[in-house]
């Protein structure tokens, strides 16, 4: 059975980091470009950072670049985003995606909240 199961949500105050973890099971995350996403209430899903399948660079968003970082484990199936110096704007339910020409797989999301 195909699944992505993200971990690591929380509280968090302003400035301060959470890593969240998204595990693949039922494929190799090898053959697939992973991404994380996110959604508030009421606002479309965002695109928070990729990293390809092979080769290229990681894409992060204008809102995150310097502050968080992606990194993919093909070895453990795994792909993570470590956040730092969090702001109330990243706020939000964070989703794990798996993608290529053939497929697309999403998480049902761990989420964030940053407070005070």
């Known amino acids: 059975q195909v699944q992505l199961v993200e971990s690591g949500g929380g509280l968090v105050q302003p400035g301060g980091s959470l890593r969240l973890s998204c595990a693949a099971s039922?494929?190799?995350?090898?053959?697939?470009?992973m991404s994380w996403y996110r959604q508030t209430p009421g606002m479309e899903r965002e695109l928070v950072a990729t990293?390809?399948?092979?080769?290229?660079?990681?894409v992060y968003a204008d809102s995150v670049k310097g502050r968080f970082t992606i990194f993919r484990d093909n070895a453990k199936n795994t792909v993570d985003l470590q956040m730092n110096s969090l702001k109330p704007e990243d706020a939000a339910r964070y989703y794990c995606?798996?993608?290529?020409?053939?497929?697309?797989?999403w998480g049902t999301g761990t989420l964030v909240t940053v407070s005070s």
């Open positions: 995606n798996a993608r290529n020409v053939f497929m697309d797989y």
């Open positions: 039922g494929f190799s995350i090898s053959r697939y470009d």
């Open positions: 990293v390809p399948r092979v080769g290229g660079s990681t």
